[in-house]
């Protein structure tokens, strides 16, 4: 049994030594980054004190009017995001959920009323969803290089 194992061993690693080794491409090098800095969001502990403190909000408009809107557009975006990165093309989906989040900053630091705080949660789950398909890009070109 142990034989068996040594020689299919080495029989894999002499096949082994004809196909060139799997390195990093510049695809896989540019996706960790993007996905690390998608992903670097020191602001989200802050946020309800900065709705509260800085904008004034109270608490309870904070967690009712506010946040629960992330929630119902998530549900939306979700299910509509397969189709429509399949429409635009993954990697445009990608970047207008990149822009999305962008946005979401630019609403949370300049908007005012809230109307536009909800306007910035609908705006955030807009981007969230984008990340299902940021996963299944980096799963896609895991599987094939080529992309």
């Not at 609908?122 to 896609?140: K, R």
Request: some cysteine.
């Amino acid at each position: 049994c142990w034989k068996d194992a040594r020689m299919q061993s080495e029989a894999g690693a002499a096949g082994d030594a004809k196909r060139p080794p799997r390195v990093f491409t510049h695809t896989t090098v540019h996706i960790c980054a993007f996905t690390f800095l998608l992903h670097l969001k020191p602001s989200e502990p802050h946020l309800v004190p900065y709705l509260t403190d800085v904008k004034g909000f109270t608490r309870e408009a904070v967690t009712r009017a506010i946040f629960p809107v992330s929630i119902y557009a998530s549900l939306a975006f979700f299910i509509a995001a397969g189709p429509v990165s399949h429409v635009l093309g993954t990697k445009a989906f990608i970047m207008l959920g990149a822009l999305c989040k962008l946005i979401t900053r630019m609403l949370l630091i300049w908007g005012r009323s809230l109307h536009t705080m909800q306007l910035m949660q609908v705006v955030y789950a807009a981007g969230f969803s984008s990340e299902l398909i940021l996963l299944a890009y980096v799963y896609q070109v895991t599987l094939n290089p080529e992309l």
